[in-house]
């Protein structure tokens, strides 16, 4: 099995609408301080969103114009390919373009 296959088999198991993460309630004032300062550290629990979601209000609030791209790094390959196959399915576009 390759990784992508890998990871797609965890998606099902873990899906929860991103409108019922924990970090769906604080996308307003997380966008409010990461644009107010220089350096802002994110501490939430396991499958909270912290991965997924942020990038993606992100990429809502005009964080991609200009060329700019956002980056998320994960220590483990598997979950790197795992979050990226989750975002991509999110976002509605091909794994390897947007994300």
Do not use: N
Not at 4 to 17: D, G, M, Q, R, V
Not at 25 to 44: N, S
Not at 48 to 77: D, F, H
Request: hydrophobic fraction near 40%.
């Amino acid at each position: 099995m390759t990784e992508a296959e890998l990871a797609a088999t965890f998606i099902p198991s873990l899906y929860k609408p991103p409108s019922l993460l924990p970090i769906a309630r604080h996308k307003d004032a997380l966008l409010y301080l990461i644009e107010t300062f220089p350096v802002v550290i994110v501490v939430g629990q396991t499958g909270s969103g912290k991965t997924t979601q942020i990038p993606q209000y992100l990429e809502q609030a005009g964080w991609c114009s200009e060329g700019k791209t956002i980056a998320v790094t994960q220590p483990r390959r598997v979950a790197a390919t795992t979050v990226a196959a989750r975002v991509a399915e999110e976002m509605r576009c091909k794994l390897g373009q947007e994300v």
